[in-house]
């Protein structure tokens, strides 16, 4: 009997042995993730085992959110921790929330116990898990006594040991095999995957999945039958598992967009299928025409709630300068979405035509003698190149196009002013000619516009100059008058209509004329600003008034700026012993990045620089100087050495630029020596003089200052030593030029001169006049002088050219001239002489009234 027990025992142990490693292997099955979990679980059920339930309810509610967060089907551990949850809040007397896990343990997952836990002594557990009905009594206990000791239930063992022969027998009986179909659709979360798996009869197959961002509709058929999305497959035969979704599409209420220029419109937007969670999309324009753009609801949220109700984008087409119809691609996307992609096309509202700046005036009236400039333009830009024929179809004989009779524009031209110069020739009629100039290309309205010759006696703007040349960062001025009385006061307004941005008016903007000033100059002044740049800008300046043609004037920058390097001297010093800086920048706004090199060609050994110096300027930084140390070295001899530095571009320009450094030895020297070369003591100067200064020392000149009537007016430190002194702004008469050389150790010497300025207009008048009334051939004389020198003297009578003196320069002028009187009718003329200096300034004009009797 005994040999039988010991026998049923090691079967059972067998058995035991057998169940743990099939459990064993059952957990290798799952990722390292999961045997953390069953670790935890285990780590719990042996925390409640030891009555420590704070810490195992603690276990149990962080492996819970694992699974829930991570997605884990895990349904066996999952029923377990709720079961052995609610045994804990039994024992807490928390009745409620025993409940609640004890029917999600069971109906849930269908799990009533937790291997190697004995939860039968807890009431709840029978009643919710095994269906007792719960006890209406208690057992009494008689106070002094205690309970009978049980016996050891040695039946149960040998029942046990009899169950667990049976399992052991069903263990090892082989079972059937079905397979389990997946078939999945994209846009699926979860498992199984899609494929055939074999699984033993009688097994139970979790599943659960959802819906990835972008898909609806997740429907989950078993053998074509519809269940839930998460659930258990009994495997009882083959069985098929298929699990669809269809993609969330954009949905728009039109196909297409057209938007007229200058205006906006609506694009209504919504989703095919009710997505999952809030879905954000962006409407941005993809391609094409940037005029095209999305102003308002360019993000769009899409939640559950709202998401076949269509929401609205604003789209606008900025006005361009073009006249082409444009177009662009609208695109509507969101990350895990198909973009969906609309064409937009702009309706452009630009009608290509010629305009000019006398587009205001009916008529273009022409001074007789005069030129007339209409600028030109396109309103917007061509497709293609506009060849454009300028022509006169009919009208005066006297006006003609003496420039710009051919014109073309292209796209990046075609809102640049072009010149089309008219000119109006003296004829012997008082008739104000009229003529038609037409602008024509192919494709095109012709513009027409209507020319008037001004006669000789029309009021009109009057200037000295019809270009104006402005050095950069400097002033000059052009003068202003009318042509003849006016009938009432005249206001004039000057405004620079075209042209570069530096170049300014800045004084004279608006003139007053009335019948006293009408005919005296008025100044109006013009300035280039200091740019950046090394380019020549130019600018066109009006001049109008209420019933007065308009004129213009043409003013050029005169650059000052170009691309060189700048250094604090041609030429350094540095005492022996010590270092001294080379401080290098460029002089104007380069195009692109300059990379520079520093190298000593030769000279004294003592004379170092670093090797393989190299500077960087760019856009950003040109205009600040960068820093090179040079040293000079202890010698023994007295001598001043000199070495050459080399500063040169890896590509020009700049242009290379030598620096000569001289070693100083210890002792000041002799003072330096300066001169004046140019203008010489005495000399008239008008305009801008250029004052040239000779200076040397034995140690180098520092620098040389220029006094202008003992006022400091320059400091140059590099030679040749030179100051552009210009004139116009100070009175005529005797000045006084003084230069200053002073040395390294600043000792001085100084030189003065004095000269003239002259920068008065020439004057004119009629001499030794004849006694009136005048017949047959009498002489006039005209009187002209000049500080400078006059060049020519112009006669007119009644305005027409008579007679002219050109053989000038001189200072002083008589110019006597025989009048046949014979070829004017009898009665009153005006007589008048204008003389012009060599500078081009004319005089005021010298009239007398004479009166030929024949």
Same mark, same amino acid.
């Given at each position: 009997m005994k040999n039988k027990y010991k026998t049923l025992l090691k079967k059972s142990i067998s058995i035991l042995i057998i169940i743990t490693f099939v459990f064993q292997i059952e957990l290798f099955q799952f990722s390292q993730e999961d045997d953390e979990i069953n670790r935890q679980f285990h780590k719990a059920v042996d925390r409640y085992l030891n009555g420590q339930l704070v810490d195992a309810k603690s276990r149990l509610d962080r492996i819970i959110a694992i699974i829930a967060e991570k997605e884990l089907i895990r349904d066996e551990i999952l029923g377990q921790c709720y079961l052995l949850m609610a045994a804990i809040n039994e024992q807490e007397e928390k009745p409620d929330l025993a409940e609640e896990n004890y029917k999600k343990a069971k109906d849930g997952f269908g799990i009533t116990a937790v291997a190697g836990v004995d939860l039968e002594p807890l009431p709840l557990y029978r009643q919710f898990i095994k269906g007792e009905k719960p006890k209406t009594g208690g057992q009494i206990s008689i106070e002094g006594k205690s309970p009978a000791k049980k016996k050891f239930p040695w039946f149960l063992v040998a029942g046990g040991a009899v169950v667990l022969t049976i399992l052991a027998a069903l263990v090892?009986?082989?079972?059937?095999?079905?397979?389990?179909?997946?078939?999945?659709?994209?846009?699926?979360?979860?498992?199984?995957?899609?494929?055939?798996?074999?699984?033993?009869?009688?097994?139970?197959?979790?599943?659960?999945?959802?819906?990835?961002?972008?898909?609806?509709?997740?429907?989950?058929?078993?053998?074509?039958?519809?269940?839930?999305?998460?659930?258990?497959?009994?495997?009882?035969?083959?069985?098929?598992?298929?699990?669809?979704?269809e993609s969330i599409l954009f949905e728009t209420d039109k196909d297409d967009i057209r938007i007229t220029e200058g205006q906006s419109t609506t694009l209504g937007i919504k989703l095919s299928g009710k997505p999952t969670g809030n879905v954000n999309a962006t409407v941005a324009r993809y391609s094409g025409d940037e005029d095209i753009n999305v102003v308002s609801g360019s993000d769009?949220?899409?939640?559950?709630?709202?998401?076949?109700?269509?929401?609205?984008?604003?789209?606008?087409?900025?006005?361009?300068?073009d006249a082409e119809d444009g177009n662009a691609v609208i695109r509507i996307s969101a990350p895990a979405y198909t973009s969906k992609d609309i064409p937009a096309q702009e309706i452009d509202i630009d009608v290509l035509r010629f305009i000019t700046d006398q587009d205001h005036l009916e008529?273009?009236?022409?001074?007789?003698?005069?030129?007339?400039?209409?600028?030109?333009?396109?309103?917007?830009?061509p497709a293609s190149t506009v060849n454009a024929s300028v022509t006169l179809v009919n009208g005066d004989t006297d006006i003609s196009i003496t420039s710009g009779s051919t014109l073309t524009f292209t796209s990046s031209n075609w809102n640049t002013p072009?010149? #089309?110069? %008219?000119?109006?020739?003296? !004829?012997?009629? /008082?008739? =104000? @000619?009229?003529?038609?100039?037409?602008?024509?290309?192919?494709?095109?309205?012709?513009?027409?516009?209507?020319?008037?010759?001004?006669?000789?006696?029309?009021?009109?703007?009057?200037?000295?100059?019809?270009?104006?040349?402005?050095?950069?960062?400097?002033?000059?001025?052009?003068?202003?008058?009318?042509?003849?009385?006016?009938?009432?006061?005249?206001?004039?307004?000057? #405004?620079? %209509?075209?042209?570069?941005? !530096?170049?300014? /008016?800045? =004084? @004279?903007?608006?003139?007053?004329?009335?019948?006293?000033?009408?005919?005296?100059?008025?100044?109006?002044?013009?300035?280039?600003?200091?740019?950046?740049?090394?380019?020549?800008?130019?600018?066109?300046?009006?001049?109008?008034?209420?019933?007065?043609?308009?004129?213009?004037?043409?003013?050029?920058?005169?650059?000052?700026?170009?691309?060189?390097?700048?250094?604090?001297?041609?030429?350094?010093?540095?005492?022996?012993?010590k270092e001294t800086t080379l401080l290098i920048r460029l002089s104007a706004l380069p195009t692109s990045q300059v990379t520079v090199h520093v190298t000593k060609l030769n000279g004294d050994p003592n004379i170092t620089v670093p090797d393989d110096v190299t500077l960087i300027f760019t856009p950003a930084n040109y205009n600040v100087s960068q820093p090179v140390t040079i040293a000079a070295a202890k010698d023994e001899d007295i001598d001043a050495g000199s070495a050459t530095l080399l500063i040169k571009a890896e590509s020009s320009p700049p242009a290379p630029k030598e620096i000569i450094v001289t070693e100083v030895d210890n002792g000041p020297g002799l003072p330096p020596n300066v001169t004046i070369k140019s203008p010489k003591n005495g000399d008239t100067v008008y305009d801008d003089v250029t004052i040239q200064a000779v200076a040397d020392d034995d140690f180098g000149v520092k620098m040389v200052e220029f006094y202008i009537d003992s006022i400091l007016a320059f400091t140059d430190k590099n030679s040749p030593y030179t100051y552009t002194w210009s004139t116009r702004l100070i009175p005529d008469g005797p000045h006084q030029i003084k230069v200053v050389a002073s040395d390294m150790v600043l000792q001085k010497d100084e030189n003065e001169i004095t000269v003239s300025v002259a920068d008065s207009?020439?004057?004119?008048?009629?001499?030794?006049?004849?006694?009136?009334?005048?017949?047959?051939?009498?002489?006039?004389t005209v009187n002209a002088s000049d500080y400078r020198a006059v060049q020519s003297i112009q006669v007119y009578i009644d305005n027409v050219p008579l007679t002219s003196w050109s053989e000038g320069p001189q200072r002083?002028?008589?110019?006597?001239?025989?009048?046949?009187?014979?070829g004017f009718t009898n009665g009153t003329h005006v007589m008048k002489a204008v003389a012009i200096d060599s500078a081009g300034q004319p005089s005021e004009p010298a009239e007398v009234s004479i009166i030929i009797q024949n």
């Open positions: 090892f009986k082989k079972k059937a095999q079905y397979d389990l179909t997946v078939t999945r659709t994209p846009g699926i979360n979860g498992s199984p995957d899609a494929g055939t798996f074999p699984y033993k009869k009688g097994s139970k197959i979790s599943y659960q999945y959802s819906l990835q961002e972008g898909y609806a509709n997740l429907v989950v058929r078993l053998d074509g039958v519809s269940v839930p999305t998460q659930g258990t497959v009994l495997i009882d035969s083959n069985h098929t598992l298929a699990v669809s979704t769009l949220l899409f939640a559950p709630e709202n998401w076949n109700v269509y929401q609205y984008v604003t789209l606008f087409a900025n006005p361009d300068p008529k273009i009236t022409i001074p007789e003698g005069n030129t007339a400039v209409i600028q030109t333009r396109l309103s917007a830009m072009q010149p #089309i110069a %008219v000119r109006a020739a003296e !004829d012997p009629d /008082i008739d =104000s @000619g009229t003529a038609t100039l037409r602008i024509a290309a192919p494709g095109l309205s012709d513009k027409d516009i209507v020319l008037q010759e001004g006669e000789n006696d029309v009021l009109q703007f009057l200037t000295n100059l019809d270009e104006i040349r402005v050095p950069e960062s400097e002033t000059v001025s052009f003068q202003v008058k009318l042509s003849a009385l006016p009938h009432s006061d005249v206001t004039a307004t000057i #405004i620079k %209509v075209s042209g570069d941005n !530096d170049i300014q /008016i800045v =004084s @004279g903007s608006t003139l007053f004329f009335n019948s006293t000033n009408y005919n005296i100059y008025q100044a109006v002044s013009v300035q280039a600003m200091k740019d950046g740049d090394a380019e020549e800008g130019s600018a066109t300046i009006r001049i109008s008034g209420t019933g007065l043609p308009d004129k213009t004037i043409n003013a050029k920058e005169i650059e000052k700026d170009i691309l060189q390097f700048i250094t604090n001297g041609n030429k350094l010093e540095i005492e022996e012993e207009l020439p004057t004119a008048y009629f001499d030794q006049l004849p006694s009136l009334p005048l017949n047959g051939i009498v002489k006039i002083n002028v008589s110019f006597t001239f025989d009048f046949n009187t014979l």
